[in-house]
C-alpha cells in the first residue's frame, strides 16, 4: 500500500516545486507541498492541510474557511487537536466506472481518511483508532466563514446562527450561555443540540454554499436512541460558523469514559458541499442511506455483517409492542447511553414484539437489551437483558441472520399498582413542557409547588417536566383496597427519571410526615450522578435513572381516604433538578 501511494504521488505530481501547481485534469489528488502542508481535492473543490487545521477550502469560486479554524479533529475539548505526521493516498479504487482515491493523514492516535471520487461536491471521511487515549470527547469539525455560512440546520431547528454582536461578555450566564439583548430570551449553543441517530442531514448553509453531514451508518457513535449532541452554532470566541460530528460525544451524558481498541472505526460519512439547497442535501442523505454499508470501503471488517431476530415477550405474555431495542457492551458495566468503545445498534419492536437489527458488525459479542417505549407497555420499568448474543457471518456469505427465538423479559411481580403518573418511556414526553424544542432554563417555567390529583388531573397539564425550585410537589390519590392483609403489606415508590441535573435535593414523603426516601447527589441513598441536560436546553431526556423507594412501614396508606406522596425539593440551584418520566407506586 505504502508503494503504491508513494507511485501515486511521485507519477501525478513530480513537478510539485514550491509554489503549488493548478491541477489539471478531473482526477482526485494530494500534492504535498512541504513536509507539513498538504492539498487534497478534485475539480470541484480542494483544501489546504496543515499539520493541524485544514484551510482555504476552495469551493464554487471562494474560500470557504477565510479567517475561520478551518478543519480539525480534536479530543477533550480544542486542548487536544491531533497534529498531522505524514499524508500519502493508501487506495486507488473506481466504484461504477468513477476512480477515486483515499488519503490517510496519520497522527500518534489514529488515522483521519478523506475518500475522494473524481467530480464528487465534498469527500467521504472515516478515522481509524490506534492509540487514542481513554475518552471522553471526540470529534471532527469544520469551523467556517461566517459570511458564506449564516444559517444552521439540523433534523430539529433551522434557521439563522445568532449574531456574534448579540453574545454581550456582561450577560454571561453559564457555559456558553448568554442572556440575548431583548433581556428575555437567552442564547446558547446547546439550543442546536439534535438528535443523533435521528439526523438525516445537518450543517450549515447560505445563498450559494452549503457544507453538510450526512452519517447513514450511526453505528459507530456512542450511546443509544436517546443520544443528543450539540450538531452545529455559532463560536463565540472568534464567530465562525461550526459544523459538529461529534462522533463520540459527552455534552448530555453522566459519565462517558470509554477505551477504543486498536481498529475501532468511525465512518465513512459523507462531508457534502452544494449550492446552499436543503431539498438536495436531503435527496443526497436518501441516495447514502439506500448505499450503505459503503461497497467501496476497502475494509473486510466492515463488510462483515449480519441480522439479529427475536421476538420479546412479557412475564404476563402481552408481546413487548414498540419497546427500544439495543445491541451494547456484552456484560454491560455502563448505562446504553454511557457505551461507547466499539458499535452500537438501535431499534424498536413491532406491536407483535419481533425485532430485528440489520448489517451488525459480526465476530462481536453483544449484549441485547430492551425497555419500554411507551404504549402499550407503558407500565413496564424492568429492562430487558440477554448476554452473549454473538453474530456471525459465513464465508461468502453477506448476510447471515442470527435468529434469537422468543425472549421472556420479566415484569414487576407485584401485583396491585395504587397509581401510575407518566407513561414509561425514559423520556419526560407526556408532561407539560417534556419534550418541547431544546430551549434554555424551560424548567424554571415549571411552578414551584403543585398538588396532582390521580384520576382528575392531567399530566400534559398539570405536571411540569422537571422540578427545580424549592417546593412541594403532591400526588393525591385514594386507596380503597379492602383487603384484610393490606395492613401487613408494604408499598414500593417507583421513580423513574428521564434525567437529572445535581445542586437539587429531594425529601420523599408519603401522608406528609412519612419519610420515603431522599433524591439528591450529595451522598444520599441512592446518591444521583450529574447529568448536564436540564440546564444545557434539554427538555425530553438527559441520563435516565429507575429509583426504587420501599415503605419501611406498614399502615402508612390510609384506607378509603386521600393518600399523598410528596416531592418535596429542599435544595436548589438555577436550571438544575429533576426531569420526570413516571412515578409508580405498587404494592
Ligand atoms: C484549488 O482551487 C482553486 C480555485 O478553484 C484553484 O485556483 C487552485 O488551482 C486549486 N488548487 C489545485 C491544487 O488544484
Ligand atoms: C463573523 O466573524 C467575525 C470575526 O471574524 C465577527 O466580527 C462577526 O461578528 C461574525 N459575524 C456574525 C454574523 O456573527
Ligand atoms: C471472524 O473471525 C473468524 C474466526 O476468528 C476469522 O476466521 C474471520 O476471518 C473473521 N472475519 C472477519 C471479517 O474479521
Ligand atoms: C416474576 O416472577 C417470575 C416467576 O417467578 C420470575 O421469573 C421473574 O423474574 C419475576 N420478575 C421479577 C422482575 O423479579
Ligand atoms: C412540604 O411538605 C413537607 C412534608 O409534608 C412539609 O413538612 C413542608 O412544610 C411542606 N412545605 C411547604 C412549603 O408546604
Ligand atoms: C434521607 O436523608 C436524611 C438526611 O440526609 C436521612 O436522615 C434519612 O435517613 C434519609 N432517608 C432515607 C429513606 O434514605
Ligand atoms: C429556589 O427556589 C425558591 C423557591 O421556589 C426560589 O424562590 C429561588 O429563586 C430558587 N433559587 C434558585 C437558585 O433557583
Redesign the pocket.
Known amino acids: 500500500m505504502k508503494n503504491l501511494a508513494v507511485a501515486l504521488v511521485a507519477s501525478l505530481f513530480a513537478n510539485v516545486a514550491t509554489a503549488?501547481?493548478?491541477?489539471k485534469g478531473a482526477a482526485p489528488?494530494l500534492?504535498p507541498i512541504d513536509n507539513q502542508r498538504w492539498?487534497i481535492?478534485n475539480d470541484v473543490?480542494?483544501m489546504t492541510q496543515g499539520r493541524q487545521y485544514g484551510v482555504k477550502l476552495?469551493y464554487k469560486?471562494r474560500d470557504c474557511v477565510g479567517d475561520a479554524w478551518g478543519h480539525y479533529v480534536s479530543y477533550n475539548g480544542a486542548a487536544n487537536d491531533l497534529a498531522w505526521t505524514s499524508a500519502s493516498v493508501v487506495e486507488k479504487g473506481e466504484h461504477k466506472g468513477v476512480p477515486f482515491i483515499d488519503i490517510m493523514f496519520t497522527a500518534d492516535e489514529g488515522d483521519m481518511h478523506w475518500v475522494i471520487f473524481e467530480g464528487q461536491h465534498g469527500a467521504y471521511q472515516y478515522f481509524v483508532n490506534h492509540n487514542l487515549p481513554t475518552l471522553g470527547e471526540f470529534r471532527t469539525l469544520w469551523r467556517l466563514d461566517n459570511t458564506t455560512f449564516p444559517n444552521g440546520r439540523t433534523a430539529e431547528k433551522d434557521g439563522a446562527l445568532p449574531p456574534l454582536s448579540d453574545y454581550i461578555a456582561a450577560n454571561k450566564v453559564q457555559d456558553e450561555t448568554w442572556l440575548a439583548p431583548d433581556g428575555k430570551s437567552y442564547i446558547t449553543k446547546y439550543d442546536w443540540t439534535g438528535w443523533l441517530r435521528k439526523q438525516d442531514y445537518y450543517g450549515v448553509y447560505g445563498n450559494e454554499v452549503g457544507s453538510w453531514y450526512i452519517n447513514p451508518g450511526k453505528d459507530d457513535y456512542n450511546g443509544n436512541h436517546a443520544k443528543q449532541e450539540l450538531m452545529v452554532h455559532r463560536e463565540s470566541s472568534s464567530g465562525d460558523a461550526v459544523q459538529l460530528n461529534m462522533i463520540h460525544g459527552t455534552h448530555f451524558t453522566a459519565s462517558s469514559s470509554d477505551v477504543f481498541p486498536d481498529g475501532k472505526m468511525w465512518g465513512p460519512w459523507l462531508w457534502y458541499l452544494n449550492d446552499g439547497s436543503k431539498p438536495d442535501a436531503a435527496a443526497r442523505a436518501k441516495k447514502e442511506v439506500a448505499t450503505w454499508p459503503y461497497p467501496w470501503l476497502n475494509n473486510k471488517a466492515y463488510h462483515a455483517r449480519g441480522k439479529v431476530t427475536g421476538r420479546l415477550v412479557l412475564s404476563d405474555g402481552r408481546p413487548a409492542a414498540g419497546a427500544a431495542v439495543f445491541l451494547g457492551d456484552n456484560n454491560p458495566t455502563k448505562t446504553p447511553l454511557d457505551m461507547g468503545s466499539t458499535y452500537y445498534y438501535t431499534s424498536y419492536a413491532d406491536a407483535h414484539g419481533n425485532f430485528e437489527f440489520t448489517n451488525v458488525r459480526a465476530n462481536t459479542t453483544y449484549g441485547l437489551q430492551a425497555w419500554s417505549n411507551g404504549p402499550p407497555i407503558a407500565d413496564v420499568y424492568t429492562t430487558f437483558l440477554q448476554n452473549n448474543v454473538h453474530i456471525v457471518t459465513k464465508e461468502g456469505h453477506k448476510s447471515t441472520t442470527t435468529h434469537l427465538g422468543t425472549l421472556h423479559w420479566p415484569i414487576s411481580n407485584r401485583t396491585r399498582r395504587l397509581f401510575q403518573l407518566g407513561d414509561l418511556d425514559h423520556y419526560s414526553h407526556g408532561f407539560l413542557h417534556g419534550g418541547a424544542p431544546h430551549q434554555h432554563g424551560l424548567v424554571s417555567a415549571c411552578p414551584a409547588n403543585l398538588v396532582y390529583r390521580i384520576g382528575r388531573s392531567q399530566p400534559s397539564t398539570d405536571w411540569c417536566f422537571g422540578q427545580t425550585h424549592r417546593g412541594n410537589w403532591t400526588i393525591e390519590f385514594f386507596e380503597e383496597e379492602e383487603e384484610k392483609e393490606k395492613d401487613q403489606k408494604k408499598p414500593t415508590l417507583i421513580v423513574s427519571l428521564a434525567g437529572y441535573s445535581s445542586g437539587a435535593s429531594t425529601t420523599i414523603w408519603a401522608n406528609g410526615q412519612h419519610q420515603i426516601g431522599n433524591m439528591t447527589s450529595g451522598g444520599g441513598a441512592p446518591e444521583l450522578q450529574n447529568d448536564p441536560s436540564l440546564y444545557r436546553s434539554a427538555t425530553a431526556a438527559g441520563e435516565w435513572r429507575l429509583l426504587e423507594f420501599p415503605f419501611q412501614d406498614v399502615g402508612v396508606l390510609q384506607r378509603g381516604s386521600l393518600n399523598t406522596v410528596t416531592f418535596e425539593l429542599t435544595q436548589n440551584t438555577t436550571w438544575r433538578g429533576f426531569m420526570w418520566d413516571s412515578i409508580i407506586l405498587e404494592w
Do not use: E, K
Not at 503549488?20 to 491541477?23: L, S, T
Open positions: 503549488v501547481p493548478a491541477h489528488f500534492i492539498v481535492g473543490w480542494n476552495h469560486d
